[in-house]
């Protein structure tokens, strides 16, 4: 070979790399065009499989193995849809959630919005640390190291770091979801069946079956995620020619989200299902059951995944109520700003982490009432919220054309009173947890 | 004093003494006074609204109206443009705090009395933004007055006096009608006025830059975050944009042309005048990140055996920039760069001395395609304030401020 031919030969192999380049040009700058805004709406729905939401798809999946696997596609759009109304709002206007309600519906109604707001993430941010507390307990680590240790990193995170420096750690959490992909795989689930059963609806008329639908569409939609989500949009300055690719960025999301939650019903469906573990509290204790079951690595992925999940929900939801809070009174609020800057912001979200995780490590603590009643206050609260939400989302002076469209705004309302009437079933049951009359 | 939550919704009754209407707004007119409650619409359920004039008002407390003519003198509502709204323009919304120079949220607003023969005039005095309103915000109609202004006296007390508040209005038209001139945030630093906006929604933005004059706009829009400097100029018509990129210096309208659409930049380029049309494209040439894309073409330079009183009075009768003027830099007989003469030093020397002998040694410059990098450490090395900029034949084609290499260093961090 000599240095002709080589030359010629890279000569060619580069013509053809240039010609690539130039076919995959607008390709690649509608990605590029996509990862400036992609972040808000990939990170509220993934946080949205936080702690909480993780034991109630294990439940599910061991209660009923692959029998509610169906209702993972209609969540799905209805966590687009909704949350897709906060991403235009925060694109279009430029204004958060608890802004707009506070303009458009006065002092009092703002008031109590957030005041329900901070008590039930308060309940939220306890359910993380307690998460954090059952997967270091399968690593084998004491509680009283795991939660002191998990507050402080999330609070260094927040404090130390600017907007974009915490969206790229929190992008890296939102990637570590996939161990929940790996675990369902070493539960080697029948895969064909798990997929007629998501295809095809089973629904079954009893009320424990009823009940555990309820409880996961509940836990899918939270009401804090829509002020976090618009925020989000807000603090990132997406501007309304990039409205599309947030957009995107909210079906990724909500699509990625309910992957997760695929995989975590079929990973429990598959083992405790099978093998009659079918009563299981949390998911940590799922994560225990799932050692003999499909392996040591299973569980320990599922652990992981646990744990990634409420150190995740537990950075964002102080700093989602924080930022509300000040937002509707009128502090100043973000982390881009100092701590002398937002006083009030910082010393909110350093609250809510200490008594979050104090209160997990207070011997014998009423975990469960605790949960039960977060749960019961996300339920009061979400009708309300969601009910701002199509008010605002339609006023045309505030939105001007990208008000809601017919069909947009017909399968918006047939959703919030879904999401309303399952709610309040929720809360029912919670508050009385006996089975309901005449089902 | 009143606040104007205390009246909203509060009743109204005729000078026969008989029920009016319920105070659903209080109107200023700015064109005519900048701080009286000119009108008081008064609601009356399924008829007509009735708006009071400020000389119809004879009496008022907390919750009550009293008016000094009979109902059938007072005329229908119809919308006004021209009316600042108390409690739709103002209440819950944000404005900018001048003295404070912050965006703040308005929690209520505070009236005073002007009694005159007959008459009581309301004027709007402050407002309050602190815990003192919302308390009272919160408790209006739940506790007993007296009790809610007992608590509020313990509380901490936040106002902005009226002359402070600058309305945010995005809308051009309405803020000719409300007469918001944005005067007070063209005094502000122009530092404080960008982190102001990058507080605000992008319309509010969009309004504020629009309403500044052309000087201001641009000190503004060179302090502003990069992205939004973008999207505002992005939006306005190319001939708007010019007015505002030649009142930059031409490396910052450089840099913002640089981030625009390659038509949208030409679009913009061909409004400009002719000569700064000129320095903006001949930088647009070089990167970003090189001494080229650095530098600025507006620099002093003069002979090196000029005299210190030719070269003062010579720059006293140029349009030179003198917050900016740090070093002078200096040119042999073949125009070529040969130095540099701080001002610090041309202050103190003796009006005879030639420039030559007041020289920094070593005489530092830099061709255009030297990386920021090399630009930084040759900054840091010898301690400079400014280095030039010179082209293959060493003739100087422009400066780096040290301004810019902080600016640049800041964002890398």
Not at chain 2, 16 to 30: C, D, I, Y
Not at chain 2, 54 to 66: E, L, N, R, S, T
Request: net charge negative; aromatic share 8%; hydrophobic share 50%.
């Amino acid at each position: 070979m000599n240095w002709v031919s080589i030359s010629e030969r890279t000569g060619a192999w580069r013509a053809r790399a240039g010609e690539w380049g130039k076919r995959t040009r607008t390709m690649r700058r509608r990605l590029l065009l996509f990862l400036a805004v992609v972040g808000p709406g990939v990170i509220t729905s993934n946080v949205d499989n936080d702690a909480g939401g993780i034991s109630v798809y294990s439940q599910a999946g061991a209660q009923f193995g692959y029998m509610l696997l169906w209702s993972i596609i209609p969540m799905t759009i209805a966590l687009y849809v909704t949350e897709e109304m906060c991403a235009r709002m925060g694109v279009i206007t430029g204004k958060g959630l608890s802004d707009l309600i506070r303009e458009e519906f006065g002092f009092r109604p703002t008031f109590f919005l957030i005041l329900i707001g901070f008590v039930v993430d308060m309940g939220n941010v306890a359910a993380e640390f307690a998460g954090v507390a059952a997967s270091g307990q399968i690593f084998h680590i004491s509680k009283y190291v795991s939660v002191p240790i998990a507050a402080i990193v999330v609070w260094v995170l927040v404090m130390r770091g600017t907007y974009r420096q915490v969206e790229k750690i929190f992008l890296v959490a939102c990637v570590f979801y996939a161990s929940y992909v790996f675990s369902a795989f070493l539960a080697k689930p029948n895969w064909l069946v798990a997929a007629k059963y998501t295809a095809i609806p089973s629904v079954h008329l009893n009320a424990g079956y009823l009940l555990m639908l309820t409880a996961l569409v509940g836990t899918t939609i939270a009401p804090w995620q829509f002020f976090y989500m618009q925020a989000s949009f807000v603090e990132k300055r997406v501007a309304k020619k990039q409205y599309p690719q947030a957009r995107a960025d909210v079906l990724i999301g909500s699509i990625s989200c309910m992957i997760v939650v695929f995989f975590i019903i079929v990973c429990t469906g598959a083992t405790l299902y099978v093998h009659g573990h079918r009563n299981i509290v949390d998911a940590g204790e799922a994560a225990q059951a799932l050692v003999p079951l499909a392996g040591r690595w299973a569980a320990l992925l599922f652990a992981f995944g646990l744990l990634n999940a409420s150190l995740f929900a537990a950075s964002i939801l102080p700093l989602s109520t924080a930022h509300v809070i000040c937002e509707g009174m009128g502090f100043e609020a973000g982390i881009d700003h100092k701590f002398k800057d937002a006083p009030i912001f910082y010393s909110l979200y350093t609250a809510m982490i200490v008594v979050g995780g104090a209160v997990i490590l207070i011997p014998h603590a009423p975990l469960e009432k605790i949960l039960i009643l977060s749960q019961v206050g996300n339920g009061i609260w979400l009708p309300i919220v969601l009910i701002f939400m199509l008010l605002l989302v339609n006023r045309r002076d505030l939105m001007g054309e990208f008000v809601n469209t017919r069909t947009f705004n017909l399968i918006a309302w047939v959703t919030a009173v879904a999401m309303i009437a399952l709610t309040l079933i929720l809360v029912y049951t919670a508050i009385f947890p006996t089975p309901m009359p005449g089902i | 004093m009143l606040h104007a939550t205390e009246l909203l919704g509060g009743e109204a009754y005729d000078s026969a003494g008989n029920f009016v209407g319920r105070v659903t707004e209080l109107f200023l007119e700015p064109a005519d006074q900048p701080n009286r409650v000119a009108r008081v619409l008064l609601g009356r359920g399924k008829y007509l609204p009735l708006v009071a004039r400020y000389d119809h008002i004879g009496f008022v407390a907390p919750g009550v109206i009293k008016l000094n003519v009979e109902e059938k003198a007072l005329d229908y509502y119809g919308p006004n443009e021209s009316w600042l709204a108390v409690g739709k323009d103002l209440l819950d919304q944000q404005i900018i705090d001048t003295s404070g120079r912050k965006v703040v949220r308005v929690n209520d607003i505070d009236l005073a009395e002007q009694r005159t023969n007959g008459t009581v005039e309301l004027r709007v005095t402050q407002v309050d933004v602190g815990l003192t309103g919302a308390a009272r915000r919160l408790l209006q109609g739940l506790a007993s007055p007296g009790l809610i202004r007992r608590l509020q006296e313990k509380l901490p007390t936040r106002v902005i006096r009226w002359e402070f508040v600058n309305l945010i209005e995005p809308d051009p038209l309405r803020r000719v009608k409300l007469r918001i001139t944005n005067q007070q945030l063209a005094r502000m630093h122009p530092a404080d006025l960008a982190d102001i906006m990058e507080d605000l929604s992008p319309a509010e933005r969009q309004g504020i830059i629009a309403s500044l004059d052309e000087e201001t706009a641009a000190e503004a829009l060179a302090e502003l975050d990069k992205r939004l400097t973008k999207e505002i100029v992005e939006t306005m018509t190319p001939d708007k944009a010019a007015d505002i990129l030649e009142e930059m210096d031409p490396d910052q309208a450089a840099d913002v042309l640089a981030d625009l659409a390659p038509e949208r930049s030409q679009e913009v380029l061909q409004e400009m005048p002719g000569n700064e049309a000129r320095d903006v494209r001949a930088l647009l040439q070089f990167e970003e990140d090189t001494a080229g894309g650095m530098m600025n073409t507006e620099f002093v330079y003069v002979g090196e055996t000029a005299r210190r009183d030719e070269v003062v009075s010579w720059i006293r009768s140029r349009d030179v920039n003198l917050e900016s003027l740090d070093s002078v830099f200096l040119i042999d007989d073949g125009a070529h760069f040969s130095g540099v003469v701080s001002v610090g030093r041309l202050l103190l020397a003796a009006p005879e001395q030639q420039m030559v002998e007041l020289k920094s040694e070593p005489p530092v410059s830099v061709r255009p395609d030297a990386n920021e990098k090399e630009v930084f450490d040759l900054f840091d090395k010898y301690n400079l304030r400014s280095l030039s900029v010179v082209d293959s034949n060493s003739r100087p084609i422009g400066s780096i401020a040290v301004d810019d290499v902080i600016t640049r260093m800041h964002r890398q961090l």
